[in-house]
Each structure stands twice: as C-alpha cells, then as structure tokens.
C-alpha cells in the first residue's frame, strides 16, 4: 500500500513565478490536509479538503494561495507570484475517514526555494 | 483556537537513559493527541497517539500519558537509543472540524 505521495520533492522558483504542488492521497483516504513548515519551526495547518471540497482554509493565506482536490487525480496547492517569505516545506496529509480525530499521515514533502 | 505548548525545545540524554517532552494544550474540547518524530529532511511519522477515553497508552519503548484535568499529556521513550534522535511533535485536536494544532517541537539527541 503505498503511502502519501508528492510531487516535486524539491521546486526552485523565482520571485513571482507559480508554484505548483501535487499530493497524492493514500489509497482508500479521502481526506487531504495541507501544512507549512518553516526551518527549525513546526507544522502550521493551511487547508483541508475532501473530493472536490474546501472543509476549512482558515490556516491559508487569502491572497495568492489556492488549493484544490478534484474528484480524479492529486490535490494541488497552488502559490502564485511566489516571494522569498513563501520559501518552505509543504507537507500534506491524508485520512481515510470523515472527522478529525483519524490518524494523519503524512507524505514526504516538497520543499519550496524561491530565488 | 487550540494552542498547544511543547517543552522543552531541546533535549540531550544518555543512550540507555528516559526520554520524556511534555505539551500543554488550551481547548478543554480536545480529545485527540497524536506524537509525531521527525528526523533530518523526512516526513513526519505518526510514532503512538491517545484519545481522552484513556490516561495512558504504551508501545514498546514508547508511553504516553494524558492528564485532562491538567489539560497536559507527555512521551516517554525508556532506554533510549541514537536512532531515537530527531524532532518530536506533539499535537491535539477536538473532533469538530478543527485543524491538528502541532506544538514547535523537541530536538531529541541521545548521545552514545
């Protein structure tokens, strides 16, 4: 059973550019977290999704972030005109049932340099 | 919103001696307290968690206990080994739709 996929593992942006992550759910788990990871710091929640659903983006800023989990294929966190500040690990996690309380797992990360 | 408190932020100990990182947490309604370990450039890996219908919760060298009166729950990892060295995360949540609130971490270095 493979686990929680993501895509790149590293992007290196220039300032103003786009980044695009893509997380792949484990399989049987529809539920998508997002985190934030600055150095030496911990993981600060972005976004939750479902299939096609936004359930709560209280932790993701209002101005150039999206996220997205279409009813086929990964989710996607979107940045767009990228700044220094945005220079981070995304994780995200998945769970297979609905409610919180379900155990997260995560996936390896993709790390994010803007020039 | 939950805040979740984590101490100590580093921590040094002896291959073969205990190993224990505390959090405090604010939102009375939480009832879900997972530990993650973290090491150098990897995921974050779900090591043993506690829901509130229990006070402790063991797994080989690993415990974790839950106070909810003192709304504070902590890890214990007995005869530690240098593999055990990384970031421990602890977390918390209620069962609303909530978000997992993460404390900023314990740097554990056990040293051999």
């Known amino acids: 059973n493979a686990g929680v996929m993501q895509n790149p593992r590293h992007l290196v942006r220039r300032r103003g550019q786009e980044a695009r992550l893509r997380c792949s759910p484990m399989?049987?788990?529809?539920?998508v977290y997002w985190y934030r990871q600055l150095p030496e710091e911990g993981l600060k929640f972005m976004v939750y999704?479902?299939?096609?659903?936004?359930?709560?983006e209280s932790g993701m800023p209002k101005e150039r972030f999206s996220a997205e989990f279409p009813k086929e294929g990964p989710s996607i966190l979107r940045i767009q005109q990228v700044v220094r500040g945005d220079s981070a690990a995304y994780f995200c996690?998945?769970?297979?049932?609905?409610?919180?309380?379900?155990?997260?797992?995560f996936g390896p990360g993709t790390r994010l340099t803007v020039l | 919103g939950e805040n979740v408190e984590q101490h100590p932020s580093t921590l040094s100990v002896q291959e073969g001696d205990s190993a224990v990182i505390k959090c405090t947490y604010s939102?009375?309604?939480?009832?879900?307290f997972p530990w993650y370990k973290q090491e150098l450039g990897k995921r974050p890996q779900l090591i043993i968690d506690i829901r509130s219908n229990v006070g402790e919760k063991k797994d080989q060298r690993i415990a974790v206990t839950l106070n909810k009166t003192a709304k504070h729950f902590s890890l214990h990892i007995t005869e530690t080994q240098p593999e055990d060295s990384a970031v421990y995360f602890c977390a918390a949540k209620n069962s609303g739709n909530t978000p997992l609130v993460f404390g900023k971490g314990t740097r554990l270095s056990v040293i051999a």
């Open positions: 939102d009375s309604a939480s009832n879900y």
């Open positions: 999704l479902q299939k096609e659903n936004i359930i709560d």
């Open positions: 399989k049987g788990h529809s539920h």
């Open positions: 996690a998945s769970s297979p049932q609905a409610g919180w309380t379900d155990t997260q797992y």
